[in-house]
């Protein structure tokens, strides 16, 4: 099994920055892809974004692309979101997932998922 805990999340006025975090620990692959999506009150889940752990490769949602960036850290098993000029409309719960395969996680079918962290983007 494998277990991912986030945290980081937090109330931030529009405009500045939070960083998230997702550790991962337990069972490990030879290859796997980590994301983050996000989950806003009575909205469905939408991908924000994905790593590759492996070779580094990232996606990002058209909504996010230039104000989010994901990177890992491959020694401490913790995937990062920063997230910099936040939005109101980027508040939601967000929950980083895990899959050996990258379009299962990017899809949001991952195998693996935290339980969240809460992001409030006040105006």
């Known amino acids: 099994q494998v277990q991912l805990v986030e945290s980081g999340g937090g109330l931030v006025q529009a405009g500045g920055s939070l960083r998230l975090s997702c550790a991962a620990s337990?069972?490990?692959?030879?290859?796997?892809?980590m994301g983050w999506f996000r989950q806003a009150p009575g909205k469905e889940r939408e991908f924000v974004a994905a790593?590759?752990?492996?070779?580094?490769?990232?996606y990002y949602a058209d909504s996010v692309k230039g104000r989010f960036t994901i990177s890992r850290d491959i020694t401490k098993n913790t995937v990062y979101l920063q997230m910099n000029s936040l939005k109101p409309e980027d508040t939601a719960v967000y929950s980083c997932?895990?899959?050996?395969?990258?379009?299962?996680?990017?899809?949001?079918?991952?195998?693996?998922w935290g339980k969240g962290t809460l992001v409030t983007v006040s105006s």
């Open positions: 337990g069972r490990t692959f030879s290859s796997y892809a």
């Open positions: 997932s895990l899959d050996q395969n990258p379009l299962v996680t990017i899809q949001g079918r991952g195998a693996y």
């Open positions: 790593i590759n752990w492996s070779g580094g490769r990232t």
